[in-house]
């Protein structure tokens, strides 16, 4: 199992710019493994041209029409930041359970209105800004070279690409791996959205501790605190807090602390810290076995000595 997406994800590329839209804008990079589809304003000029392709990928008019056309369940917006704000409500109102949005500086109404259609919507949005999700071996949205990503049981959620990659690069030098690696960057369109993820890594089988990566905003991590409180599912949490500094980001690294969470205070120690909590976690767990058998033993014993002629 991963989060989010997967060998199954199905991604609709969606391209919309201010004035600027032309064949070339069509050779933007994807950056996406699982891509079937593109969805562009040109895509009305071949509406019903089946044959019309551009890389492989069938053109579209819409973000509704690809999805009826091609079965795609997730939409990877690249976009003006005037236009952010409409393409993500388009993907929310087609159904997909998920849409990832590239743009910087979205405008401050078109933030409230995507926020108010996620309210009424089963969609999770990951953005805007520059968000990089992988599941190893599944599927890729982002950049970064896969080659660093190895197939495994570390959850690790980032406010912080590069941090992402350092965490994936470290786990997967230990032999830990990852099951999914999902950097949000920083002003989710959603509060929500890093909880939501949080929620998944801990309900998610094959993974069997997460990394939390935050900025040390204090609220994040406050809220990150106060679910891991109440979980159901408890895991092996590590997390570390970029510089806090003022006594409310410092509130939200001691509330992590309560939550039992291991801080680390350098980047460079993530994996070697995973790797530590894991090891004691398994300690814990055969010295716990051994208790219970010699438990089972001594009780067998004692039944025989009573119970014999």
């Known amino acids: 199992m991963a989060i989010l997406i997967d060998a199954g994800t199905r991604i609709a590329v969606r391209t919309a710019f201010e004035g600027c839209e032309s064949r070339a804008t069509l050779k933007l990079p994807v950056f996406a493994s699982n891509a079937i589809a593109h969805v562009t304003r040109l895509g009305a000029e071949y509406a019903g041209a089946d044959h019309w392709f551009l890389n492989s990928l069938p053109i579209f008019a819409s973000i509704g029409d690809a999805v009826r056309r091609t079965k795609a369940n997730t939409a990877l917006i690249y976009a003006a930041p005037a236009l952010a704000a409409d393409a993500a409500l388009e993907a929310i109102d087609a159904g997909l359970p998920l849409v990832v949005l590239i743009a910087e500086d979205v405008p401050a109404a078109g933030r409230v209105l995507v926020r108010q259609a996620l309210a009424d919507a089963d969609t999770v949005l990951i953005g805007p800004g520059a968000p990089e999700m992988v599941t190893p071996d599944g599927c890729q949205i982002g950049a970064t070279p896969s080659y660093i990503f190895a197939r495994g049981k570390i959850g690790i959620l ?80 590590v997390a570390h807090i970029g510089a806090p500094q003022a006594e409310s980001e410092m509130s939200g690294v001691a509330a992590l602390r309560g939550a039992g969470v291991t801080i680390v205070e350098s980047p460079v120690r993530i994996g070697v810290a995973v790797k530590t909590v894991l090891d004691s976690r398994d300690s814990a767990r055969r010295e716990r076995l051994a208790a219970s058998d010699f438990v089972t033993v001594m009780r067998r014993v004692e039944q025989e000595m009573y119970c014999a002629p």
């Open 158 to 237: 980032s406010e912080s690409g590069a941090l992402a990659r350092e965490a994936a690069l470290q786990t997967s030098a230990l032999g830990l791996g990852q099951s999914s690696v999902i950097s949000l960057d920083r002003a989710p369109l959603s509060e929500r959205t890093f909880i939501h993820c949080l929620e998944r890594f801990l309900d998610d089988d094959e993974t069997e501790a997460v990394v939390l990566l935050t900025d040390g905003n204090g609220q994040i991590e406050e809220a990150a605190a106060a679910h891991l409180a109440v979980a159901a599912r408890r895991k092996p949490i």
